[in-house]
């Protein structure tokens, strides 16, 4: 079973915009992160967020975790070209050791 | 050189062949990952290993088996390929904490199963 849903499920902007995509999330965790993939490559780390921290940023990133919503949401800002990918969120659950749980994906058309 | 690697890149094989493939990692990490995409579902994991000694089922691990040859080599066989095996395979790594820190994928392998 999935852990995390990311919403929308697609994404479609123009250079220069944010890009903000959501994922909820069922049980208590100890870390959530976020990965890129680019059309059928692997999977790119991204930024992790601990279940104590609130918000985290990174170059044009920018994520923020609500545990009592069980929710997060990354924010590309300035979205350029090369941001087109798909961003998945993975949910490193309380419960559940060992098990990173990913989500379905955003898939985000950065258009020039 | 990359540091998480899968061979082969692409595979089509027939109902009820037997398949490996396989991962190697220079990244030192103790543990690694079986992970397969399917369009719409995400990553799920098959199989991972926190030490050469260590195999544990992941969520989807009917029809798969691993060995973990060394700290460095961790590899996924089908003993029976079947169609609904087609599917993007990734194979990641990760080091050793209380809790799961980043990991690192590998370029993964496109089996075709007919």
């Known amino acids: 079973s999935q852990q995390g849903e990311e919403d929308p499920q697609a994404l479609s902007i123009q250079e220069g915009e944010n890009a903000t995509m959501n994922c909820s999330y069922k049980t208590s965790i100890n870390n959530l992160q976020w990965y890129r993939q680019n059309s059928g490559r692997g999977l790119v780390h991204l930024i992790l967020?601990?279940?104590?921290?609130r918000e985290k940023h990174s170059g044009r990133l920018r994520v923020t975790l609500d545990t009592s919503k069980k929710s997060s949401s990354l924010l590309i800002t300035a979205s350029r070209a090369a941001d087109t990918a798909s961003y998945f969120c993975?949910?490193?659950?309380?419960?559940?050791?060992?098990?990173?749980?990913f989500g379905a994906g955003t898939q985000v058309v950065v258009t020039p | 050189d990359a540091d998480v690697t899968q061979t082969p890149r692409n595979r089509i094989t027939k109902t009820g062949k037997r398949i490996m493939l396989e991962c190697s990692q220079t990244k030192g990490h103790d543990r690694m990952y079986w992970y397969r995409q399917d369009p719409g579902l995400g990553l799920r994991l098959i199989y991972y290993s926190f030490d050469v000694k260590d195999i544990n089922k992941g969520e989807i691990s009917d029809g798969y088996s691993v060995s973990r040859q060394a700290q460095a080599k961790f590899s996924l066989s089908l003993e029976s390929a079947i169609p609904n095996q087609t599917a993007l395979y990734f194979c990641?790594?990760?080091?050793?904490?209380?809790?799961?820190?980043?990991?690192?994928f590998g370029p993964g392998t496109r089996l075709t199963v007919l």
């Open positions: 967020i601990r279940s104590n921290e």
């Open positions: 990641a790594t990760s080091e050793t904490g209380t809790y799961l820190n980043e990991q690192f």
């Open positions: 993975a949910t490193d659950p309380s419960d559940s050791w060992g098990k990173l749980q």
